[in-house]
């Protein structure tokens, strides 16, 4: 029987960062055309009903499974690969790890580090040399598979449904919806808003949560960074003090003016897609963020916000005056981002995939 597996090495239920959220939709629209089994680290409640069977990953269902299954889903992970001949595998590259880890582990890592870069770098090259199907999330990550033999689609991020915008009014909350990782820039956020309050722009800088739904991936240095902004922005920053559950994002994103996400200049900016973009746009939500990568070329041609000049404060500070002041740009804002819901809607942005994996259906196995 035609079966198919989502893979993610990342926590799936009440709390879920962007591999999560991605692998929890893919599963959802696959199983409209295919027997599904998600594999993943369950915690928690799951974020919804679903059409499909969920596995813990590592456990005995979960690698029947993996045999099982006539295609399987999932980014270059330990764990994850072709596991019988016959059997098709799709790559899901949207998630430039490599050069996240560059920024993470800075220009000197330590003997562990280069282990772990070593690592990547050989399922990267794995994925690119025998992947059935490659996933990118953008046209400009193309550049990095050039070698790929392949075929390679195109799947950003979606939305689950297409919300009205809310009609309450909104709070001058400037939110910060995701991590605060090496690669991105939450001094400069706090910078801003402490500067918009100095010249009379009442507003308040939120991040939505601190540590990632991942018990085992809690980074100390990361978290005192945090502290560390906090304290030096009172009374003008503050952070919500668990990262927050999934089916409440969005409520918090319509109590809020609008939505920010600021890198540091580096070669991560131009290759990532900024996953919490789309809670942005799933809740009319205006987005300031920083100049170069897919979120400001989005930004700047649907009108949908303020692109920044990387590490700006003055300009960001700009922007979220523009955003609160000026109440037709704001309201041009809400209502680009409405027009471009349905676009990403996650029935919309899966359909290379389920077109690849229909196709296969109709084909005896290899």
């Not at 962007?18 to 893919?26: M, V």
């Not at 330990?78 to 790890?97: A, E, K, S």
């Not at 739904?213 to 240095?221: F, G």
């Amino acid at each position: 029987m035609f079966g198919v597996v989502v893979h993610t090495p990342d926590v799936v239920g009440e709390r879920m960062a962007g591999p999560g959220i991605r692998a929890w939709h893919f599963a959802g629209e696959l199983a409209k055309h295919a027997t599904t089994t998600l594999i993943c680290k369950r915690e928690g409640e799951l974020p919804g009903p679903c059409g499909f069977r969920v596995a813990a990953r590592g456990s005995a269902e979960a690698l029947v499974a993996m045999r099982a299954a006539s295609v399987v889903i999932g980014q270059p992970a330990r764990g994850f690969g072709r596991q019988r001949r016959g059997q098709r595998v799709v790559y899901d590259l949207f998630d430039p790890v490599l050069l996240e880890l560059r920024e993470m582990y800075g220009r000197h890592p330590s003997m562990r580090q280069r282990i772990h870069l070593g690592a990547e770098r050989w399922r990267v090259h794995r994925a690119v040399s025998e992947g059935d199907l490659l996933i990118v999330a953008a046209a400009k990550q193309r550049e990095l598979y050039r070698d790929a033999t392949a075929p390679i689609v195109e799947i950003p991020f979606g939305i689950e449904d297409i919300p009205v915008a809310s009609g309450d009014e909104r709070e001058n909350i400037i939110l910060w919806g995701g991590g605060t990782w090496e690669w991105l820039d939450p001094a400069i956020a706090a910078e801003a808003v402490v500067e918009a309050n100095r010249r009379g722009v009442d507003c308040r800088l939120l991040f939505l949560g601190r540590s990632r739904p991942n018990r085992h991936s809690v980074d100390r240095r990361r978290e005192d960074r945090l502290d560390a902004i906090i304290a030096n922005s009172a009374p003008f920053v503050q952070s919500n003090d668990a990262w927050t559950p999934y089916r409440d994002r969005l409520s918090w994103l319509r109590r809020s003016k609008a939505a920010i996400m600021l890198h540091r200049p580096t070669a991560e900016a131009a290759y990532s897609i900024r996953t919490r973009l789309f809670d942005a746009i799933a809740a009319a939500v205006p987005v300031i963020t920083t100049e170069n990568g897919f979120a400001a070329e989005l930004v700047a041609a649907e009108g949908l916000g303020v692109v920044v000049p990387a590490s700006d404060a003055a300009a960001v500070a700009d922007g979220i005056e523009k955003l609160i002041r000026d109440d037709d740009f704001y309201a041009a804002s809400v209502s680009n981002l409405i027009r471009i819901q349905p676009r990403f809607a996650w029935d919309v942005v899966t359909r290379p995939l389920i077109e690849a994996v229909n196709e296969w259906q109709k084909q005896p196995e290899r």
